[in-house]
């Protein structure tokens, strides 16, 4: 089976290659912005989808042909793809892009060992060689397909390459002992059916008291002007150290429960309705509870082993995890309960953390 996977460099370009990849994120913006307009302007005039290469941008704006063709072939494909999703009613309208954005990228492909790993260094088209961080090798007989730059709001370069491998997954036997159940919760991070709560440390919380003083200082200085673009780059680096901290810690608790379980179970709550209607959106967006849940997932994928995802409506706080009677007057405020059918004190966390692993495997018929 072919799969695709996916590895980042930190890359370390020169003054030149660093003019390049500034015009290349302005080009491929230029680009997209105009197709979008012309796509915009010949449906409402004319009621057809207008469908025009980059190569055919070139002779009025001969600027284009100074960085890399493959980037602004993939500028055409990403504005296809997304027209079509909307028509399809799958996501919204495209919008415009703007120069303003935290992140600039540009992806482009490989054709012909146009992009090789090589021991410090990455080749890229037109850019030629950039020097670079190899922490991971890729394997030999994988095939690189996309290279993808990047440039963070604090000035850092990376490159994500794309390479498809020929790899046979085989599922483990599931073994019903090495299982657990996650329920998630806001005052921790999860409580296990093992009865083990795991506390978030609350990292942007614990930055935010410094993130205030900077955005205070940053909002009384000039826009644009020098000072304002040195505090802006002390607020950039300050979310970018509280973004790498919940990575790190999101990653190596994924990787602990994906090495010591064959079986994690987890309720599918929508995350993001919870944080708008409960009023807790701060701490609801910080503990990043949904990129641990596709973190864990493929870290179990990756290893032949199980993640289920237990449908949301499940009853999971309700249902008695000893006799399966259902107290339907339970509140949200309510956090322990006494079953009326066995008369067993329930801590509501903990009950549904059982209830999401005997639910899981129930699913995989164990």
């Not at 795991?198 to 000072?227: G, H, I, M, T, W």
């Not at 000893?322 to 509140?331: D, E, M």
């Amino acid at each position: 089976m072919k799969i695709n996977k996916t590895v980042k460099y930190r890359i370390y370009p020169n003054n030149e290659q660093i003019i390049l990849f500034q015009k290349t994120f302005g080009c491929t913006r230029f680009l997209y912005n105009k197709m979008l307009e012309d796509k915009i302007k010949a449906y409402k005039k004319h009621k057809i989808l207008l469908y025009k290469t980059p190569a055919e941008y070139k002779k009025d704006f001969p600027f284009l042909k100074e960085v890399d063709s493959l980037a602004l072939a993939n500028v055409q494909l990403n504005l296809n793809k997304a027209y079509k999703s909307f028509f399809t009613k799958k996501s919204r309208f495209p919008k415009f892009k703007s120069k303003k954005k935290e992140i600039n990228s540009y992806t482009t492909n490989n054709q012909k060992g146009s992009i090789e790993i090589l021991n410090k260094c990455i080749k890229l088209p037109k850019v030629k060689h950039v020097k670079a961080k190899i922490h991971r090798e890729i394997p030999k007989e994988a095939i690189i397909k996309t290279a993808t730059i990047i440039k963070t709001k604090t000035n850092k370069y990376y490159c994500s390459i794309t390479y498809e491998l020929e790899e046979s997954r085989t599922k483990i036997t599931p073994d019903k002992t090495k299982s657990i159940g996650l329920d998630y919760s806001s005052g921790h991070f999860y409580i296990d059916s093992n009865g083990t709560s795991v506390d978030y440390p609350r990292f942007y919380r614990k930055a935010e008291k410094k993130l205030q003083k900077l955005q205070r200082q940053l909002s009384r200085k000039q826009k644009n002007s020098k000072n304002w673009l040195k505090a802006s780059l002390k607020v950039a680096k300050l979310h970018e150290k509280v973004r790498n901290q919940r990575l790190d810690f999101l990653h190596k608790l994924s990787k602990e429960l994906a090495d010591t379980y064959d079986i994690v179970c987890v309720e599918n709550i929508n995350l993001r309705n919870m944080s708008r209607c409960l009023k807790l959106g701060k701490s609801t967006h910080d503990n990043g509870f949904g990129l641990f849940r596709n973190l864990l997932e493929y870290k179990l994928n990756d290893r032949g082993k199980y993640f289920v995802k237990i449908d949301k409506w499940y009853p999971s706080s309700k249902t008695c995890s000893v006799c399966g009677y259902k107290n339907t007057g339970l509140k949200l405020r309510d956090r322990t309960w006494v079953c009326d059918s066995c008369k067993t004190i329930h801590e509501r966390d903990y009950n549904a953390a059982v209830n999401i692993q005997k639910e899981g495997l129930r699913i995989l018929g164990l």
